[in-house]
């Protein structure tokens, strides 16, 4: 499954790719040319603009698209997961910057590029080819995984 989601849901990108789903972003975009792509790539358009939502594409079944609700991005993350049966575990497997996919990295080959202090933690590291950003299962990755497991609820939202 993959996903283009519109500059008024932004923040869903991001954690789409936290969960491993490619999910394009671009901001800004127009209609006309989120569409295209969309069309194009066979992605998901994720928006809360009822103009998209409107489009002969959309409403033929030619495309699909999810109308977003809510202002708060857990809500809103929420409703695409229920609505999409989407998996929640979190799987780092997409550069949450450029959505690029991540390649494993070892200690040795993330040495020069980490600080000193995150080489000695951690043994496993992710490494973006695009952005030359690297990763580890730090801190973060914990307040990641407890802000999923509350979204991922059934009363979540």
Not at 111 to 124: D, F, G, H, L, Q
């Amino acid at each position: 499954m993959k996903f283009i989601v519109d500059s008024n849901v932004g923040r869903l990108a991001v954690w789409l790719r936290v969960l491993g789903y490619d999910a394009v972003f671009i901001n800004p975009i127009e209609d006309s040319e989120l569409v295209e792509i969309a069309r194009r790539e066979n992605r998901i358009i994720l928006t809360k603009d009822t103009g998209i939502m409107q489009r002969r594409v959309v409403t033929s079944g030619q495309l699909k698209a999810l109308l977003i609700e809510g202002k708060d991005w857990r809500h809103q993350l929420g409703q695409v997961i229920r609505t999409l049966k989407l998996q929640t575990h979190l799987r780092f497997t997409r550069c949450l910057r450029c959505n690029a996919p991540l390649e494993s990295r070892t200690r040795e080959e993330a040495k020069p590029y980490v600080p000193a202090s995150i080489y000695r933690m951690y043994t496993s590291f992710f490494y973006c080819p695009s952005c030359q950003r690297h990763y580890w299962q730090g801190s973060h990755w914990n307040r990641m995984n407890r802000a999923m497991e509350s979204i991922s609820k059934p009363s979540a939202g």
